[in-house]
Each structure stands twice: as structure tokens, then as C-alpha cells.
């Protein structure tokens, strides 16, 4: 036993290197943390203090007046309301097509698995630049253009990258359990209901926070297709905010601070369903 302690410190080496391989780390989290906690600090300062020399990361005064303004100057619980409808939306679609196709890609034997497959890998490498054009031609003729509909259909009818994500996680569920199901007499649908949807739970539920993470921070779709100023989201209304109050640098990160808890929050709850995915997928 304290010889094979002794190989694995070795192997990792003198304690006072190990804690030097964190410097790079921290650095680089810090480099991608830190514009947040600017726009975190501005949304506690005074105009004043905002663009004082030298610049100060936290606020000489706090002040909550900046949360009050962004209230004041956009319709924020209107928008709120559409972001949450759309993004909600989008997540029962997702989470109701996206393990339906992968569980038919994975353990399903039908000849069009394979061709479907591939064009589903084919639509991933596809830039979506190519098929801007196209699709709004479609939900054009559809007569869809300034509805919510745009935002939310696609979601029922599948994501490629998800799809293609919750596949690789059901190729690592035993066989042997949907030959049992099958054998017992379970249909195809009860299979995938009973057996396959409570395992495949940590790949739903990281499909279903990315889809809530692009829905909610989603620009330009609803910039595209939304029109009316009552069905802006919370991006397109943070855009107008923008530009109707000549860049209010106070109220305008109060109002991306509250815009960014919602995601944040998500992701966190979400968290330890990714750590549960990979434990599952190692234990397999």
C-alpha cells in the first residue's frame, strides 16, 4: 500500500509543482470572468463613478438606482415574459423530439438509421449563415414571419447537435437491457419510456439546459422574425434599450446583469447532471 502511494505521488509530482499547474488555470478563468464582473460592478455605480480615472472595479458608492432606472425605461417584465415562453417552449420540444430520434438511431435496427445519421451530421457542419436565407423564405411563405412560431417550432422537430449528444450517451446503455424489456413483452414505445428515458436522464437534462441557454440568449432569430415591440425578448429589448436611452452605461448592465441570472441559475441547478452523465458514462 505505501508503495503504491509513493509511485502515484511520483507520478504527480512535488506538491509545490502541482500547486503551480493551478496559476494558468486561474488566470485563464479569471480572463473569462472578469468582463462579468465589470458589467456586475457598473450595474452598482453611480454615472460619476462609471468612467472615473483610474478606474476602480468596485463601486465607491452602491447604489440600487440603476435597477430602478432599467425598470423605469423598458417594459422588462414584458420581455421577461416572451423570453420565458420561448425558451420554455423550446425546452419541452427538445426534450420531447431529441431522445425520441436518438433512441432510434442508437438502438433501433431499421435501414434509413444510418443515411438519417448522416444527414443529421451533415446539418451540424452546415453554417447556419447558408441557411439564413432559405428558412425565412419558408416561414415566410407559411405566413409565420412576426410570430412566435419561428422560435419554437424547430425545437419540436429536433436539433442535430443535441440529438447527435444524447446518441452517443444511449450507444453506452447495455442491449441487454432493451432485449430483456422486448422479451418481456414491452412495446418499442414502452422500452424507451420505462428503460431508456430514466438512464438517458443526465444526457436530457444537459441537451435540455443548452437549448434553454440558446433559446434565452438567442439575438438574432428574434431580431429576424419578431417585428412588434410587445413580443421582443429580453435580447432585442436590451438592443433597444441601447440605443432609445444614448448608451445609459448604469441601467443598461443592471438590466444584462438580470438579463444573465436567469441562464446562470439554470446552468447551475443543471451542474450536477453533467457530472452525473460522465460518472455514468465512466462507470459503463
Known amino acids: 500500500m505505501a508503495l503504491a502511494d509513493s509511485i502515484v505521488r511520483r507520478r504527480r509530482g512535488p506538491r509545490w509543482l502541482r500547486g503551480w499547474r493551478i496559476v494558468p488555470v486561474a488566470l485563464l478563468a479569471l480572463v473569462f470572468v472578469f468582463p462579468f464582473l465589470v458589467?456586475?460592478?457598473?450595474?452598482?455605480?453611480?454615472?460619476?463613478?462609471?468612467?472615473?480615472?483610474p478606474p476602480t472595479l468596485l463601486p465607491t458608492t452602491w447604489t440600487f438606482g440603476n435597477f430602478a432606472e432599467a425598470f423605469e425605461d423598458i417594459p422588462f417584465w414584458r420581455y421577461l415574459a416572451n423570453t420565458l415562453f420561448v425558451s420554455g417552449l423550446s425546452v419541452l420540444g427538445t426534450v420531447l423530439s431529441c431522445p425520441l430520434v436518438a433512441y432510434a438511431l442508437a438502438k433501433i435496427r431499421w435501414r434509413g438509421a444510418r443515411p438519417l445519421l448522416i444527414i443529421v451530421l451533415l446539418t451540424m457542419m452546415m453554417p447556419p449563415q447558408v441557411t439564413l436565407i432559405p428558412v425565412f423564405l419558408i416561414w415566410n411563405g407559411l405566413g409565420a414571419v412576426g410570430s412566435f412560431l419561428p422560435l419554437i417550432v424547430p425545437a419540436f422537430l429536433g436539433t442535430p447537435f443535441l440529438i447527435f449528444m444524447i446518441r452517443q450517451f444511449l450507444l453506452s446503455v447495455p442491449n441487454e437491457l432493451i432485449e430483456a424489456a422486448r422479451i418481456d413483452g414491452a412495446s418499442e414505445f414502452r422500452t424507451y419510456w420505462s428503460i431508456v428515458l430514466p438512464i438517458a436522464r443526465p444526457a436530457i437534462v444537459t441537451a435540455a439546459v443548452f437549448q434553454f441557454v440558446w433559446s434565452w440568449t438567442d439575438f438574432l432569430n428574434p431580431l429576424i422574425y419578431l417585428g412588434?415591440?410587445?413580443?421582443?425578448?429580453?435580447?432585442?429589448?436590451?438592443?433597444?434599450?441601447f440605443g432609445e436611452n444614448d448608451v445609459a452605461w448604469g441601467p443598461l448592465m443592471a438590466a444584462c446583469v438580470l438579463f444573465t441570472l436567469p441562464a446562470l441559475v439554470i446552468f447551475l441547478i443543471g451542474q450536477r447532471f453533467f457530472i452525473g452523465g460522465i460518472s455514468a458514462g465512466a462507470l459503463k
Not at 228 to 241: A, E, K, M, R
Request: no cysteine; net charge negative.
Open 39 to 53: 458589467m456586475l460592478s457598473t450595474a452598482f455605480k453611480e454615472t460619476g463613478d462609471i468612467f472615473s480615472a
Open 228 to 241: 412588434n415591440p410587445d413580443q421582443y425578448t429580453l435580447s432585442i429589448g436590451l438592443y433597444s434599450f
